[in-house]
Each structure stands twice: as C-alpha cells, then as structure tokens.
Nanobody, 124 residues
C-alpha cells in the first residue's frame, strides 16, 4: 500500500510560480510511474503531467506545456511539479498519483494510488 501526501499549494498571483511536492511512503517508489492531475470546481479531474519510473520520460498536457515541469527524486521518494507563469485557469486541487503497471500514463485509470490533493489558487 502506497501513501501519497501532496504539499506546496497556496495562493499566488497570475504570472507567479509554485512548486508542488508529493511524498510517497509504504512502497517501492522507483517502481511506480507518477502523475499529476487537477480538478477545478465543477469540472472533471484532468491530466496535467506524468513521469516514468526512472524519470527519463515525461509528458505534459498541452495546457501546461512550456510552463510546468515534472521531476522526481527516487532517493527521496518524492515527485515534484514546478509551475511557472501561472494563470487563473490553473486554479484547482492538484493530486499526485502512482501507477504500478504502465511505463508512463496520461489517463487516470492506471493510477491506483492517489493523494488527498493540495489547493492551488491563482488570482488575476
């Protein structure tokens, strides 16, 4: 059983930056592909970014390309999401998730472990 705990969310002005962290425990972190998803009020959960087990492959949603960067530190059992040039439309609860089977996945179904989420609010 893997536990995921997100941190680093908060309130930021448009154009600002935040770095989200997701600490994992209870499993072999390096054996999981990891992803970030977000859910805005009244909307479905949406894919943001994903990274392979070793960190050699990443994939970002078109809406965040060039602004967000996913990375991981397997020695620290942590995945990060660096968010730059934030926009009001980035406002959402951000979730990290772990996928034990796929090399990398941009859909939610393969992710079987989820964190509780961290709120990111971007003011205009």
């Amino acid at each position: 059983q893997v536990q995921l705990v997100e941190s680093g969310g908060g309130l930021v002005q448009a154009g600002g930056s935040l770095r989200l962290s997701c600490a994992a425990s209870g499993g072999t972190f390096s054996s999981y592909a990891m992803g970030w998803f977000r859910q805005a009020p009244g909307k479905e959960r949406a894919f943001v970014s994903a990274i392979s087990r070793s960190g050699s492959s990443t994939y970002n949603a078109d809406s965040v390309k060039g602004r967000f960067t996913i990375s991981r530190d397997n020695a620290k059992n942590t995945v990060y999401l660096q968010m730059n040039s934030l926009k009001p439309e980035d406002t959402a609860v951000y979730y990290c998730a772990a996928d034990p089977r796929s090399a990398i996945s941009i859909v939610a179904a393969p992710y079987i472990y989820w964190g509780q989420g961290t709120q990111v609010t971007v003011s205009s």
